[in-house]
């Protein structure tokens, strides 16, 4: 499995991806808002876009769908209950479904609810997994639910679904939100050293070629991820009394995403 992470550099701080099949040529087009680039950068390397997948149906993700079909005529792929909000589906897909590629990728469907209620991460089945996960996960921060979601969903999705990936799980997200993300973290953890180092680390980061996080790193600064850390949880207590000294995961989880709108 070949993945291209690709840059839109707009204003919303897209990734776009392409994944492709080594033997075939044959690719995927994940979320390719930005097509003149995702088209240049198929035909650079000699690529085919046989698949267009939307994770979810907000417009930053599907506007380049019809340029992409008109140029290649690639088959068009999302979650089952999006139809009607995604223009021209060819396929509704939902938890546990693959979509291959070519011959030799197979990429796994999760039905990942929260950011909105029609989501789909992608997990590869490959030596060294990868998770396309849109606007759900985002590296050290998690997916808003202002625009059809909601954060109880998201919750039970990073609960029952992110954390019991293998810690060498690839992140590849829908946008570069991380140094937001991990000034968000420090203000709710500021002894949180590892989120330092990778502020301090990743402050002038290129996202033309941006860091590929794990799951496993995740855990060591995504705050979403940290819900009964003694930190997280001393510092809501005292900001929140009202929460007591001892709130449960969920508790903790809804107020940190809560507090991560206005932050």
């Known amino acids: 499995m070949i993945v291209e992470q690709i840059w839109t550099g707009n204003a919303y701080r897209n990734f776009n991806y392409l994944i492709a099949c ?5 690719a995927l087009a994940i979320d390719p808002l930005d097509y003149e680039k995702c088209l240049a950068v198929a035909a650079d390397r ?13 417009g ?13 005529g690639a ?8 139809r009607g909000r995604i223009p021209n589906m060819d396929r509704g897909v939902g938890a546990g479904d693959v979509i291959k590629v070519g011959k030799t990728v197979d990429l796994e469907c999760l039905d990942t609810p929260g950011h909105t209620m029609s989501h789909i991460c992608l997990l590869s089945r490959t030596d060294q997994p990868g998770l396309f996960s849109g606007d759900t996960l985002f590296n050290a921060g998690a997916g808003n639910c202002h625009n059809g979601g909601h954060p109880d969903e998201l919750f039970d999705t990073f609960e029952q679904q992110l954390e019991i990936l293998g810690d060498d799980t690839q992140v590849y997200p829908g946008h570069d939100y991380l140094l937001n993300n991990l000034a968000f973290t420090l203000d709710r953890e500021p002894d949180n050293t590892v989120a330092a180092k990778m502020m301090n680390d990743y402050k002038d980061q290129d996202p033309r070629h941006a860091l590929v996080t794990t799951l496993g790193q995740e855990k060591e600064f ?18 929140f009394p009202g929460m007591g000294d001892s709130p449960n995961a969920r508790a903790v989880f809804l107020k940190l995403r809560e507090l991560r709108n206005s932050w």
Do not use: C, M, Y
Request: net charge negative; glycine share 8%.
């Open 222 to 239: 995504n705050t979403f991820f940290r819900l009964q850390h003694p930190s997280v949880v001393a510092k809501l207590a005292a900001d």
């Open 60 to 72: 930053d993700h599907t506007g380049g769908n019809k340029a992409v079909v008109a140029a290649t």
């Open 22 to 26: 080594p033997e075939s040529g044959d």
């Open 75 to 82: 088959k068009v792929i999302a979650h089952e209950n999006a």
């Open 46 to 58: 000699g690529w085919t876009i046989t698949q267009v997948l939307n994770t979810h149906e907000h």
